[in-house]
């Protein structure tokens, strides 16, 4: 296979043994092998929470208000507000249905958006008073400039994915094929309504098939209706897990997906054409999910075969069970800068298209947001892949 530049139904399925569909969370996982108590290790965790929000939420904006002169109870109940918007976003407003109560949780996020760019602001501005360069009120109203601005460009790149365009040869190939991959939409976060601007893009686009890898819904109870765009696509669409369908109603989540025409690749294959096989794998939080399952698969070296799994971890297996491309999502590219650091010291493959000997592995930035309705340093995607048998020759 080579890359180039570039901007029907599923038949039936191959089941193979289900390997590991509830895995448990590597934290609690990791407390158990060490036989550590469980308090212990929510411990660890609550104590870890309280320092991050004090980073993020507490330091940054308290002293912008002191740069402003604000005092008083109604700035303490804001400043409290700030703080503890996190808690109220995962926990009484965790599950949302109506328009409101999404706008406000929506709103409540924006806090945990922001603070990235407020604390690098602020510790910018604690250098500029220690040299007098300026006064605190200056400084402050400079740090609300440049919030103002990022706001909205932040909100707009969070609120409208952009369509990215890969180009790829496989000689297995007897036709062109051209497949749109959308993947942590985030719907229950995210209302039906952005899912339904993100299908009129993929309808736009024409596509053979629609591939989505995982994080499609993030919240139980999300009802039949909010999905019925997906069967009026005209195209087939296939579907794998990730890890915030595993946090819900998992098994309601794949009868509603089903009923509304999607295919649901549970560790399983299925014949595109005759010349494309796609294979799903679960997601799960070990790295060695795909040495372990893909083994089972059936896997022909005339077929071009693509491999559909939420995270992009493990991939090099892939490439040794005979996979020429894979399409994975997942790290959001780390969605709010700097986060995307910390997002690559766990999963290199971050963004973009890597290569395992003859296997393409391309993981794209996702098409929703999670938490905030907020891009800063990323973008959101819609995915445009062409496959030809040959090169082009305008390439």
């Known amino acids: 296979m080579q890359v180039c530049s570039g901007g029907g139904k599923p038949n039936e399925f191959e089941r193979v043994p289900d390997v590991s569909r509830f895995a448990f969370d590597r934290v609690l996982s990791g407390a158990r092998m060490s036989r550590r108590p469980r308090w212990w290790t929510i411990g660890r ?12 939420l507490g330091y940054p904006f308290v002293r912008l208000g002191q740069w402003f002169g604000l005092e008083g109870p109604v700035w303490l109940l804001f400043a409290a507000l700030i703080f503890l918007s996190q808690l109220i976003c995962r926990w009484p ?134 999905l019925a765009p997906l069967a009026a696509l005209g195209v087939p669409v296939f579907f794998v897990t990730g890890n915030h369908e595993r946090y819900e109603d998992t098994e309601d989540i794949i009868v509603r997906l089903q009923a509304a025409g999607v295919a649901v690749l549970r560790n399983q294959s299925v014949r595109l054409r005759e010349d494309v096989m796609i294979h799903g794998v ?6 060695k999910q795909l040495a372990q399952v893909l083994p089972s698969l059936t896997v022909k070296d005339t077929d071009l075969n693509l491999l559909l799994y939420h995270r992009p971890a493990g991939l090099e297996a892939a490439a040794d069970a005979g996979m020429q491309l894979t399409l994975s999502g997942h790290t959001h590219n780390g969605q709010i800068m700097p986060f995307n650091l910390l997002v690559r010291q766990v ?36 995915t445009s892949i062409l496959m030809t048998p040959k090169a082009s020759s305008s390439i």
């Open 45 to 56: 965790i609550l104590v870890l929470a309280l320092i991050l929000h004090g980073v993020f």
């Open 93 to 226: 407003l965790r599950q949302v249905t109506h328009p409101t109560a999404r706008f406000l949780k929506q709103t409540l996020e924006l806090f945990l958006a922001l603070s990235p760019l407020v604390l690098v602001l602020v510790l910018s501005a604690e250098v500029g008073l220690y040299f007098e360069l300026a006064t605190p009120k200056r400084l402050a109203f400079g740090i609300l400039l440049i919030v103002l601005v990022a706001l909205p460009y932040g909100l707009y790149r969070g609120s409208r994915p952009t369509v990215q365009s890969l180009q790829l040869v496989d000689d297995r190939l007897r036709s062109d094929l051209h497949l749109v991959q959308i993947t942590d939409v985030h719907i229950g976060s995210r209302s039906p309504d952005f899912l339904k601007q993100v299908l009129r893009t993929v309808a736009q686009l024409r596509p053979d098939a629609l591939c989505i890898t995982g994080d499609f819904i993030d919240q139980t109870g999300v009802p039949p209706d909010a």
């Open 282 to 287: 679960e997601d799960a939080d070990s790295d």
């Open 347 to 382: 999963f290199p493959k971050i963004k973009g298209l890597y290569q395992t000997g003859s296997c393409w592995h391309y993981v794209s930035q996702g098409t929703g947001t999670w938490g905030p309705v907020f891009r800063l340093g990323s973008v959101g995607e819609v």
